[in-house]
């Protein structure tokens, strides 16, 4: 295709045109088109380097000359220039509201590449398109709510929460949620939202604590928080902020991991506002109990890890047919985590980082191999190694007066979150580098992050 664009703008420059011949103007149809691709899928989760070669991939497709684009976290730039004395023409939109619907970057990956085949024309590919942005998921509404709630109750299987826990904290997430969008429809702010989300879990959660301590019951209701946790982490925005960084969007990356520390903010602010407040009610939390799955690879462990990855995927709005391949890798990440930490004693980031980058490199693979994007795979598989019961940990050694303590496992958090990231990019990497062809748009050498600040190829 790079070629073949090469061959073809040739022919459009001036001097390959006859005097009496005019000289072409853009198509205003594709360079609607192509924004109005690049801003729906921005706006469903992925990320800016893909959009961006997408894009260039239907500039090529619907012969728009000299084509740049520029993708930033909210703002998406096509600028095309003429042959001859034409002025530049150049487009851009502006996306105020993300939904994560990874069903829809799916298909609109397969739209990218059939009009980059030529199996679609002009007319096609915006037909297409339009049935693309109003398509309805493949669940309903209220199954991605349930997607949610299955996370915290996965999750607090994992750490060796039992029936009631895992009950509890499946409706302490879902009410949680449903305050959220409560408060969104009244115009406040997502901070205050995941805020509101977390102080109700952990409200739920120390409640059911005092109870099994009144009643001697022995339940874990820590895992209910921590579950709670778990689902509201952001996974999505921590895989791509690294992914733009590594590759180059470097405003995109910083946009992405501010967005990271907002939402890790808003946790931190609920849960420890409850933490607080039960140890002034002197409703006691022991240090020595708190959940943990730790490196356990009992049954029960790696079905949770299972469950949390396809609940995760569910609430992203994966395809169902990819569900048995991301639970699978759930599995994958925990057994390897758990069986370095267990068998070499390696540290929790470590054994993160080995994980990942399996996990990325098989993803990568999968991804080429169904010819699907590769975040669908990555950002649900890692679900499972989320710092859920590490923020939690530091949290409450916070609220109890440990600070130091406290501190070094909110940074192990942050570090464990940022080895994940990093771990899956790597995967990718390396699937890259032994890959044949490169990208659509621009080339493996091409790559903003592949281009050499020192020296040649």
Do not use: K
């Amino acid at each position: 295709m790079r070629d073949w664009r090469a061959e073809h703008e040739r022919e459009l420059t001036a001097d390959g045109l006859d005097d009496e011949q005019e000289e072409p103007l853009p198509d205003p149809r594709v360079i609607d088109l192509v924004l109005r691709v690049g801003e729906l899928m921005l706006a469903s989760g992925e990320s800016t380097e893909v959009v961006s070669e997408a894009m260039l991939s239907l500039s090529v497709a619907f012969d728009l000359p000299r084509t740049e684009a520029s993708v930033t976290f909210t703002t998406i730039t096509l600028s095309t220039h003429p042959v001859g004395e034409q002025p530049p023409v150049t487009g851009e939109r502006v996306v105020r509201r993300r939904t994560l619907d990874y069903f829809r970057v799916g298909e609109l990956h397969t739209l990218v590449e059939e009009s980059a085949l030529g199996l679609l024309d002009l007319e096609e590919a915006t037909t297409r398109f339009n049935r693309i942005r109003r398509a309805r998921a493949p669940y309903p509404n209220w199954f991605i709510t349930v997607g949610l709630g299955l996370i915290a109750s996965s999750a607090s299987v994992m750490m060796g929460g039992g029936l009631i826990v895992a009950t509890a904290a499946f409706l302490a997430t879902v009410l949680g949620d449903r305050i959220a969008v409560f408060l969104a429809r009244r115009g406040v702010a997502e901070f205050y939202q995941m805020t509101a989300a977390a102080v109700v879990a952990a409200t739920i959660g120390v409640a059911l604590l005092w109870v099994s301590v009144e009643l001697d019951l022995g339940l874990a209701a820590g895992a209910i928080i921590t579950g709670n946790i778990m689902a509201l982490l952001p996974g999505r925005p921590l895989v791509a902020s690294l992914q733009d960084g590594i590759n180059g969007s470097y405003v995109s990356a910083a946009a992405r991991l501010l967005e990271t520390f907002f939402i890790l903010g808003a946790i931190v602010a609920g849960v420890a506002t409850v933490a607080y407040t039960a140890m002034r009610l002197d409703v006691h939390i022991d240090l020595d109990s708190l959940p943990s799955a730790g490196i356990s690879m009992e049954v029960p462990v790696l079905l949770g890890a299972a469950g949390i990855a396809m609940a995760f995927a569910v609430s992203l709005v994966v395809p169902p047919r990819l569900l048995p391949a991301i639970g699978a890798l759930g599995v994958m990440i925990w057994v390897i985590y758990a069986g370095l930490r267990s068998v070499l004693e390696v540290p929790p980031v470590v054994g993160t980082v080995v994980g990942a980058v399996a996990v990325g490199v098989v993803g990568h693979w999968l991804a080429r191999r169904t010819r699907r994007p590769v975040l669908p795979y990555l950002v649900p598989s890692i679900a499972p190694l989320l710092p859920g019961s590490i923020l939690y940990r530091g949290l409450i050694e916070l609220t109890q007066g440990t600070a130091i303590s406290g501190m070094l496992s909110m940074v192990e958090a942050v570090m464990v979150g940022l080895a994940l990231g990093a771990g899956v990019n790597l995967g990718g990497e390396l699937v890259r580098a032994f890959q044949h062809g490169g990208l659509a748009g621009a080339g493996m050498r091409g790559r903003p992050a592949a281009r050499r600040t020192r020296g040649g190829y």
